[in-house]
């Protein structure tokens, strides 16, 4: 996504027809169309489909959140490619969703826009996918617009320690470098924030995620990593299924902070336009203060919710992903940020506007 030409003007690939038919089979349960007053239109351009590579988990999610929509009296189609998108867009109000991993390149080009500037709204736009797919300049764009990131580092200090990262890309080699000397200038450097808490005499590496609907939180959630791993990046996958240690991470970094993550969120959402994100956050153990590490799309954390399963019982503050209410609550505020975006003028969704900015202009 580096040559701003080859970024507007990719076409889909042709697909073969077992690759639809997978695709198709995989939306068991999503109700069929049925002439309502509105529509939204999914579309699965890249390779990975409807499934956006690890950005929707589509049994636990589409099926009750587009009967919700139903209920709504809102149509849903899937389309895989330029015509599919053409022939579905009619005369009624209609919002589209785009299905990418924003780290992928994803087709984009003259006939996908000229769609959406008929759609009432665009939710996971490719003008989001741009500020947020490259950590430097996601942290340069974002800091601008008054969003709390760790700083960056571009000289060594000893007296700094560093989180290094690779530049783009998740669940990539990171190391904390305690006193550094020198610097990788290919990664991406920003000062480390040290999250370590003790529960019950072992202590963990820290965070929270926000899984927003635009500028609306549906759902806040800790992880953790024992720090006898040896590593400061937190996964679902380090989260242990602790119910207690959840409950008292939730006590501690989420409950006293619902302000300040309302607040984030929904500045997040007008600077990024409608769409389902993660804001990944940390809290500084010595200040209290909170940073957003990473953003990027998603709709639901399904491996969350299945590693922390055999302790569920013992976490209330994680019992919407077991409650069925996960999907219809995301369905609900998608409507609500639907028709707020149908009320306000929104930046264009292609994100022309972006190369202009300094933060796209430096090396990314």
Not at 35 to 45: A, E, K, N, S, Y
Request: proline share 7%; charged share 25%.
């Amino acid at each position: 996504m580096d040559d701003r030409k080859h970024d507007q003007e990719t076409a889909v690939p042709n697909r073969k027809e077992d690759w639809v038919a997978k695709n198709t089979a995989s939306l068991v349960g999503v109700p069929p169309a049925a002439g309502r007053d509105r529509h939204l239109i999914f579309t699965g351009f890249t390779r990975f489909g409807y499934g956006g590579k690890g950005k929707v988990y589509i049994p636990e999610y589409f099926p009750p959140f587009t009967q919700r929509l139903a209920e709504a009296n809102v149509d849903c189609s899937f389309v895989w490619n330029e015509d599919g998108l053409e022939a579905a867009i009619d005369q009624r109000d209609t919002a589209i969703i785009h299905l990418f991993n924003e780290e992928k390149v994803s087709p984009y080009n003259s006939r996908i826009r000229a769609v959406e500037r008929r759609a009432s709204a665009v939710f996971c736009p490719h003008r989001a996918g741009l500020i947020v797919s490259r950590k430097r300049r996601a942290n340069q764009f974002l800091t601008t617009r008054g969003i709390s990131m760790p700083p960056l580092v571009t000289q060594p200090d000893p007296a700094v320690p560093v989180f290094s990262n690779a530049a783009m890309g998740s669940g990539k080699r990171t190391s904390v470098i305690a006193q550094p000397e020198s610097l990788d200038a290919e990664r991406y450097n920003a000062q480390y924030i040290d999250t370590r808490l003790t529960f019950e005499g072992t202590t963990y590496h820290t965070m929270f995620r926000i899984q927003s609907v635009g500028r609306q939180v549906l759902h806040a959630y800790p992880r953790a990593r024992d720090v006898r791993e040896k590593s400061a990046s937190v996964h679902s996958k380090d989260t242990p299924a602790n119910g207690p240690l959840i409950e008292f991470l939730h006590a501690t970094l989420i409950a006293p902070r619902r302000a300040e993550i309302a607040e984030h969120t929904k500045k997040m959402g007008e600077i990024l336009g409608p769409g389902f994100y993660a804001h990944d956050m940390v809290v500084s153990n010595s200040t209290g203060e909170l940073y957003m590490v990473e953003s990027g799309f998603k709709f639901n954390d399904t491996p969350y919710a299945t590693y922390l399963l055999p302790d569920a019982d013992r976490m209330p503050s994680n019992a919407i992903f077991y409650s069925g209410q996960y999907a219809v609550r995301a369905a609900d505020l998608f409507l609500q940020e639907w028709d707020h975006a149908r009320q306000t003028p929104l930046a264009d969704p292609s994100g022309e506007d972006l190369w202009s900015d300094p933060a796209f202009a430096s090396p990314s």
